[in-house]
Nanobody, 115 residues
């Protein structure tokens, strides 16, 4: 049974930081590309950041220079460090594991950026 469990969301003031964590089980973690997506109310789910098996990273333009994705294959964990948070970063953040055709999602964690 595959599980992706996100943690680390919450309420933060503009300019603050949060670190999201996703713990994976039931998959050969090192074989999967991992990603963080987010979905704000009334909007489509969008890619925030991804990291390949080899460690190559990709970021949405809106978060470049502020967010950093990393993975720890020994702990089956992917992290998203979010700095300089803005109100427009408010969304539910989802962890994704992909190794075509397999594609798995976590349940999501809420991030709210507000004063």
């Amino acid at each position: 049974q595959v599980q992706l469990v996100e943690s680390g969301g919450g309420l933060v003031q503009p300019g603050g930081s949060l670190r999201l964590s996703c713990a994976a089980s039931g998959i050969i973690f090192r074989a999967y590309s991992m990603g963080w997506y987010r979905q704000a109310p009334g909007k489509q789910r969008e890619l925030v950041a991804s990291i390949t098996r080899a460690g190559t990273t990709t970021y949405a333009d809106s978060v470049k220079g502020r967010f950093a994705i990393s993975r720890d294959n020994a702990k089956n964990t992917v992290l998203l460090q979010m700095n300089s948070l803005k109100p427009e970063d408010t969304a539910v953040y989802y962890c994704n594991a992909a190794n075509w055709p397999a594609n798995y999602w976590g349940q999501g964690t809420q991030v709210t950026v507000s004063s």
